[in-house]
């Protein structure tokens, strides 16, 4: 009788499957960290962003400057919107006297301005 009767022979795909997910692994890893690279050293990168990003603030400043009511987020709490917002805690509560600041509901209108 031969030998191989009753052994199995084995795939080399069986060998190259863990090969070929340390490599897609590694791919992935080099993608997550070029991409979330800062960009400091390729010579005003950074820069081009900055100057890009300034116009975005002046208008996100000017349009918090004109609203009169804040809509309740997910997760929002009355210090996270007055950061958001630039109002104080204590003016948010002088001008919502029923907001409750521990039972915030999500889409409720928080007014920011008289």
Known sequence: MPDHVGRRRRSPARLLAPVALLLVAGAVGYVITTSTDSGDGDGGD???????ERPRQENQQRRRRVRA??????????????????????????????????????????????
């Open 46 to 52: 950074s820069a081009d962003r900055s100057a890009q």
């Open 69 to 114: 009511f804040y809509r309740v987020k997910l997760n929002d709490t009355l210090g996270l919107i007055a950061e958001k917002t630039d109002v104080p805690v204590e003016r948010l509560e002088e001008l919502n006297p029923e907001l409750d600041p521990q039972n915030l509901i999500v889409g409720q209108r928080i007014r920011l301005r008289e």
